[in-house]
């Protein structure tokens, strides 16, 4: 199940919901965002521990939603609404709006699709960039194919040392390369057409451009 999570951000990412709201089969919102989508977007889920959203108000806007109360303090909405997801089925989700704000904030909500990436294919939009995690701690999570434009830039960067990866149709290209944290791998320059990175060891941020 192909699934829209939609995050409680300052910046939320109004354009890219309403352009993809359509080609999912579930949309699950965090209680803190429900107020701020847009007009055309009813979700099919709103969740979380319901202290951002005055919820009398929200089930008379909302009247086919489903609310579902999750009130752990051990974890933010988006990993409870991500774990959601999960259980109910989800293979395919993407978050949106999770970046943005207080750094602490982003940086977890980063953490959480870390930790979670083997669990189904995950992603994170912010603005035109599109966030993936890769690694060689699952066959699943090991390598990501995406269409790109000529002079796209995608960017792989470890997270925990040292990473081998392969990159191919880019300018610079790998084939079981090393890559050390810190900025090396930063704005690669893509050839236009299908791009494939590949983990073989490590854990790796892929970031690029969105079509």
């Not at 089925?89 to 993407?94: E, K, R, S």
């Not at 000529?150 to 792989?156: A, E, T, W």
């Given at each position: 199940?192909?699934?829209l999570l939609i995050a409680d951000s300052p910046d939320l990412d109004s354009v890219y919901i309403e352009r993809h709201a359509g080609k999912v089969e579930s949309i699950i919102?965090?209680?803190g965002a429900a107020d701020k989508l847009p007009a055309t977007v009813t979700p099919d889920i709103i969740c979380g521990d319901f202290d951002s959203?005055?919820?009398p108000k929200a089930r008379e806007k909302f009247t086919t939603s489903e609310f579902i109360a999750l009130p752990d303090q051990n974890q933010n909405d988006l990993e409870k609404a991500l774990e959601l997801a999960l259980a109910r089925?989800?293979?395919?989700?993407?978050i949106v709006s999770a970046f943005g704000g207080r750094m602490d904030v982003s940086l977890a909500n980063l953490s959480v699709?870390?930790?979670h990436h083997t669990a189904c294919k995950l992603a994170m939009v912010h603005g035109e960039v599109m966030t993936r995690v890769l690694s060689d701690?699952?066959?699943s999570a090991a390598s990501v194919t995406f269409d790109t434009r000529?002079?796209?830039?995608?960017?792989?960067i470890p997270l925990d040392g040292e990473a081998v990866v392969s990159i191919s149709?880019?300018?610079w290209a790998m084939q079981e390369g090393t890559l050390r944290s810190g900025s090396q791998g930063v704005s690669n320059r893509a050839l236009g057409g299908p791009v494939t990175v590949a983990v073989h060891r490590g854990l790796v941020l892929v970031g690029y451009e969105v079509l």
């Open positions: 199940m192909k699934v919102v965090t209680d959203l005055v919820v089925g989800a293979t395919d989700v993407t699709m870390i930790r701690r699952s066959p000529p002079g796209s830039f995608l960017s792989c149709n880019v300018q």
